[in-house]
C-alpha cells in the first residue's frame, strides 16, 4: 500500500514498510497570529522562511493553511502553494475546509507541477465533504487525508472510527479515487478531557490498519492539550501510534524527528540505523 506524493521535482512514498514520513505542521495560520498578522498585511515571506526551515529540518512534506480570520482563502491559498513549491522542492499537504480555495490551489499545483501529487487534507464521513472533496481529488490527481468523523461528531469507540474510515475508503473507490490514495486519520483527542482518549485511538488506529491496510497520519499534539510536559506526553503517544499504524504524522520535525527516526530504527523500518546514524551524524557535525 504505497501512497505517491509528488512536488516539481520530488516523489515521497508513505507505506507501512518504509521509513516514517514527516508531515510539517508548523505553516498554519490558523494556529499561529504571526502568520496570520503576515498574511493580512500580504507578506508571503514568512510562511517561505518558514517552509525552507521545516525542509533543513528534515520536512518530507509540507501542510499549508492560510485559514485565519481577515485572510481570504480563495486569493491567499494559491499563493502560499505558489510561494512554497517555488522555495522548496517538496510535496504539499493543502489543508483547508473552504472548497472553493481548495479548487484553485490544486489547480496551481497543477500549473507549477503538472506532473505533481499534492495531499488534501481533508475530507471525512460528512456528506458534503465526500460530494465537495473527493471530485477534486479525483480531478486533479490528489491524495486525501479521511478523517474519522462524520454528521455525528467524533465516535467515541475504535469501532465507531472504524465504521467512518471504512465509508470514506468505499466512497472514495466509489468516485475512483484509488484506497491508496486514502491517508486515514483516527484523531486524537485530548486525555485530560477524557482519560480513554489515548487509547481509543490507539485502538482505532490498529483497526483500521488491520482491516483495510490504508496508511495513517495523525496530529498526536492534541493528546496532551491542557496538561503540563506537553513535549513527553506527545512523543510517547507518537511512538504508540507508530507501533499500531500510523507512518506519516503531522509534526513539529524539528523537535520531533530524531525522536521519530528512533522509534523507526525500534520498529525495524531502518535498516541497522544506517538513517539514523547518517542523521544523528549530520546534526552532530552541525553542533545540534
Request: contains cysteine.
Amino acid at each position: 500500500m504505497e501512497t505517491i506524493l509528488k512536488s516539481v521535482e520530488t516523489t515521497v512514498v508513505i507505506a507501512p514498510h518504509r521509513p516514517t514520513v514527516l508531515i510539517g505542521e508548523k505553516i498554519s495560520a490558523a494556529a499561529r497570529d504571526d502568520l496570520a498578522r503576515a498574511l493580512r498585511d500580504s507578506d508571503l515571506a514568512p510562511l517561505i522562511e518558514e517552509a525552507e526551515e521545516q525542509v533543513e529540518a528534515g520536512a518530507d512534506v509540507l501542510e499549508v493553511n492560510v485559514g485565519a480570520p481577515g485572510v481570504d482563502e480563495v486569493v491567499w491559498l494559491p499563493k502560499a502553494v505558489r510561494a512554497i513549491l517555488e522555495a522548496v522542492d517538496v510535496p504539499v499537504s493543502i489543508d483547508t475546509a473552504d472548497f472553493e480555495a481548495l479548487e484553485v490551489a490544486l489547480s496551481t499545483h497543477r500549473d507549477l507541477a503538472p506532473d505533481g501529487k499534492p495531499l488534501i487534507n481533508s475530507v471525512n464521513g460528512e456528506e458534503r465533504y465526500l460530494e465537495g472533496i473527493l471530485p477534486l481529488a479525483v480531478e486533479y490527481g490528489a491524495a486525501v487525508i479521511g478523517m474519522t468523523l462524520d454528521d455525528e461528531g467524533i465516535p467515541q469507540t475504535p469501532e465507531a472510527r472504524l465504521a467512518v474510515a471504512q465509508k470514506i475508503v468505499e466512497r472514495a473507490e466509489a468516485a475512483c479515487l484509488a484506497r491508496e490514495d486514502v491517508v486515514i486519520d483516527c484523531m486524537a483527542l485530548s486525555v485530560s478531557t477524557d482519560p480513554q482518549a489515548g487509547r481509543v485511538t490507539l485502538e482505532a488506529i490498529r483497526k483500521v490498519r488491520e482491516a483495510l491496510g490504508v496508511n495513517m497520519t495523525l496530529g498526536p499534539s492534541n493528546v496532551s492539550f491542557g496538561l503540563p510536559e506537553r513535549e513527553k506526553l506527545d512523543q510517547a503517544f507518537i511512538a504508540m501510534a507508530l507501533q499500531n499504524g500510523v507512518n506519516c504524522p503531522i509534526v513539529n520535525v524539528g523537535q520531533d524527528r530524531r525522536f521519530i527516526m528512533g522509534v523507526d530504527v525500534i520498529l525495524g523500518r531502518d535498516e541497522q540505523g544506517l538513517r539514523f546514524i547518517e542523521t544523528y551524524r549530520e546534526q552532530s557535525q552541525e553542533g545540534g
